[in-house]
Nanobody, 119 residues
Framework: HVQLVESGGGSVQPGGSLRLSCVVS????????MGWFRQAPGKEREAVAS????????YYPDPMKGRFTFVQDKMNDTLYLLMNNLKPEDTGVYYC?????????????WGQGTQVTVS
C-alpha cells in the first residue's frame, strides 16, 4: 500500500522560509519519478519541482529557480522541498507525488497535501 504523507506547511511572511517533508512508504521513491506540486485557490495544480530517475538534477519552473530546492533522502525514503524567499503567490496546498511509469507520466500516487500561506 503506497502512502505519501506531507508535513511542514504553515503561515509565513513574505521573504520567509519553509521546509516541507514527504514520507514515502510502500514505494521506492528513489526508483521512480517524484515531484512537488501546488494548487492555489481558483487555480489549476502546477508542478514546482520534480526529479527523474536518470540521475539528472531536479527540474524547477522558472518562478521557483533559485528559491526552491528539492532534496531526496534515499535512505529514509523522504522528500523535502526547501522554500526560501517566499512570496504571496506561493500560497497554496502543496502535494508530493510519484509516478510508476519510467516516462514520469502520469503521477499515480499523491499525498494529502499541506497548506502554505504567505502573507
Amino acid at each position: 500500500h503506497v502512502q505519501l504523507v506531507e508535513s511542514g506547511g504553515g503561515s509565513v511572511q513574505p521573504g520567509g522560509s519553509l521546509r516541507l517533508s514527504c514520507v514515502v512508504s510502500g514505494y521506492s521513491s528513489h526508483s521512480h519519478c517524484m515531484g512537488w506540486f501546488r494548487q492555489a485557490p481558483g487555480k489549476e495544480r502546477e508542478a514546482v519541482a520534480s526529479i527523474s530517475t536518470d540521475g539528472s538534477s531536479p527540474y524547477y519552473p522558472d518562478p521557483m529557480k533559485g528559491r526552491f530546492t528539492f532534496v531526496q533522502d534515499k535512505m529514509n525514503d523522504t522528500l523535502y522541498l526547501l522554500m526560501n524567499n517566499l512570496k504571496p503567490e506561493d500560497t497554496g496546498v502543496y502535494y508530493c507525488a510519484g509516478a510508476s511509469s519510467p516516462s514520469c507520466i502520469p503521477y499515480d500516487y499523491w499525498g494529502q497535501g499541506t497548506q502554505v500561506t504567505v502573507s
